[in-house]
């Protein structure tokens, strides 16, 4: 395997674990997170449950000082896969609430789980492959080797890959940045 | 290394069923909009549509495919048939291609099999379910008519046929087809009508694309394909160009699922991009079908990417969306059909029901049909949810 894991992050039980240390504990909501982040990203709060940690994972997984762990690299060689299982479920359920009166459109338009993969590439500018899992558990094997094969045959120079999950207050995200 | 040229088209819309009728449509100023008679829908007589007033059953004996196939793939093939028929049985060693685009797949079957579904999984005849993917709509086709070559399947929403040319041209380019066809097809929905009802975009009335009280896009249903060949093929079968795919581009607007960019980014990387790759200046288009669809936030934005690329320069401009309704993944095929026949016969449509002139914009469409008109260079542009916009460029030959 010619690519290696630079940075991991883990959101779980309420807090972020960065390559092992704790960076945050006692989160007690994704808002929480992101005021903590001193993220600045106002569209943040139109996103669905899932959308919502996919984005913060990805900036804690990715976020290296003040910069980013890809400055400099070429964006459109830059891939994104991410596995999940309860997907949008939350939005879905929510959304199908609205259709007894007035179906929301702001609702509607998350009720795809690949939408997390858009809303981090929107933020970050990346335009590389990729790919959105859905999956009973974290299939590890599974997304190594899609992962593989986008750095070491499709051209790619790095990818964010990992896992996304949130059942109502159950969130699991695991995110590892990897690059050749 | 070839350009790839149009040497024949084929199509099917709410205004005909083939490229003749169609045109004669165009000419006569002839709506295909109407209230919904073979789509079963909550909807019906609330939302216009421009649907193919053909039930499965008689588009399926246009071609001898069989009639509980998806409407899509019927679609499909009555406009397959039209663009290749006369040419299959003479392809001999030629390397031959099929890209067809959509986007509902065999929705229309899983639609009619889904309230029983969720009573009963085991009352559902399997093969209701079997085409529900978008490929198995390609696969469908190219097994009817034997089109053993590379095939493959394009969906990226409202521009997706216009990608299946776009690639089908660039593989012909690098020498490695020497024939294509290339468009797409999509068949009314329960899924597509609700989906844009939700995302509050339909027209109660007819549409009026470009017009400063527009209110929405009317769905349509549709098939639109192009032949497309390099120049050792036309010699082979001996046949002269309708045009040639001069520039096209692809590009992301990045900016929201559904919607476009108050200023069209997307909508103007395209346009530059497909006319730099022609090598044409601004002031050599004469025509742009434009996406034109008749929303608040699509005519606004390309209205303002054509404004600042052409910038006062406007080439005459109008969006056949009006006739045909909105084909999603059928249009960029359907506007193909249409562009190559505005350069074959120098005329430019009309943008049907036009009455108010857009604030946001200085320039107009073109509101009566003109013919006898010398049309070179024709931009179309087709921009489809998740910000996939494209452009393609055809130039007389």
């Known amino acids: 395997m010619n690519s290696y894991i630079i940075n991991k992050v883990g959101i779980l039980a309420n807090q972020v674990s960065v390559n092992g240390d704790r960076f945050f504990s006692d989160i007690v909501s994704a808002e929480d997170l992101y005021r903590r982040l001193n993220l600045g990203y106002a569209k943040f709060f139109k996103m669905d449950t899932l959308c919502k940690w996919a984005l913060l994972g990805a900036e804690c997984v990715m976020k290296n000082g003040d910069s980013y762990v890809y400055e400099g690299l070429d964006k459109t060689k830059i891939a994104v896969v991410l596995m999940t299982n309860n997907g949008c479920m939350d939005v879905d359920k929510r959304y199908w609430e609205t259709t007894k009166t007035i179906p929301s459109p702001a609702l509607f338009v998350y009720t795809l789980p690949n939408i997390m993969l858009g809303e981090i590439c929107i933020r970050h500018g990346f335009k590389g492959e990729q790919l959105s899992l859905v999956s009973d558990t974290y299939n590890q094997e599974e997304i190594n080797f899609w992962v593989d094969d986008l750095i070491k045959n499709r051209g790619m120079a790095a990818c964010l890959m990992g896992w996304v999950d949130v059942k109502e207050d159950e969130v699991r995200v695991e995110m590892n940045w990897v690059a050749r | ?397």
């Not at chain 2, 216009?48 to 069989?66: R, W």
């Not at chain 2, 997307?266 to 200046?281: P, V």
Request: glycine letters at 10%; one cysteine or more.
């Open chain 2, 1 to 397: 290394m070839s350009k790839s040229y149009i040497v024949n088209t084929g199509i099917i819309t709410a205004i005909g069923n083939d490229t003749g009728k169609c045109h004669q449509s165009l000419m006569e100023g002839r709506t295909g909009i109407s209230q919904a008679e073979i789509l079963q829908t909550h909807w019906q007589g609330t939302f216009p549509v421009g649907e193919v007033k053909m039930s499965n059953a008689e588009l399926a004996a246009i071609t001898g495919m069989d009639e509980k196939l998806p409407r899509t793939a019927l679609l499909s093939g009555v406009a397959v048939k039209e663009t290749w028929q006369a040419f299959q049985e003479y392809t001999g060693s030629l390397r031959t291609g099929f890209f067809s685009a959509n986007t509902v797949g065999g929705m229309d079957l899983t639609e009619s099999v889904y309230g029983a579904l969720k009573q009963d999984v085991f009352s559902v005849e399997p093969g209701k379910l079997k085409y529900h993917e978008c490929g198995a709509i390609t696969e469908l086709v190219r097994k009817h008519f034997k089109l053993n070559g590379f095939a493959t399947t394009i969906s990226t929403a409202c521009s997706s046929s216009a990608n299946s040319i776009m690639m089908a041209a660039q593989m012909i380019e690098n020498d490695m087809m020497d024939v294509a066809i290339a468009g797409g097809a999509d068949s009314l929905s329960k899924f597509t009508l609700n989906g844009f009802n939700t995302l509050m975009i339909l027209d109660k009335q007819p549409c009026q694309p470009f017009d400063n009280e527009r209110r929405g896009l009317n769905l349509g249903e549709g098939a639109g394909y192009v032949l497309l060949m390099n120049e050792k093929a036309m010699k082979q079968y001996g046949l002269a160009p309708i045009c040639a795919v001069s520039g096209y581009a692809n590009a992301n607007d990045a900016y929201h699922q559904t919607a476009s960019s108050p200023d069209g980014t997307g909508n103007k990387l395209a346009m530059t991009e497909a006319l730099k790759k022609s090598g044409l200046a601004i002031s050599q288009i004469d025509y742009i079908n434009l996406h034109g669809t008749g929303t608040a936030n699509n005519d606004s934005s390309e209205g303002k990417a054509i404004a600042t690329i052409f910038e006062g320069n406007i080439p005459k401009a109008s969006s056949t969306k009006a006739f045909t309704g909105h084909t999603l993944g059928a249009c960029g095929g359907v506007e193909a059909v249409f562009s190559a026949l505005a350069i074959r016969d120098g005329l430019v449509y009309p943008n049907l029901r036009w009455q108010h002139q857009m604030e946001d914009i200085s320039w107009k469409p073109v509101t009566a049909l003109q013919t006898g008109l010398d049309i070179r260079h024709v931009l179309s542009n087709s921009f489809g949810f998740g910000g996939n916009c494209s452009t393609l460029i055809f130039s007389k030959a």
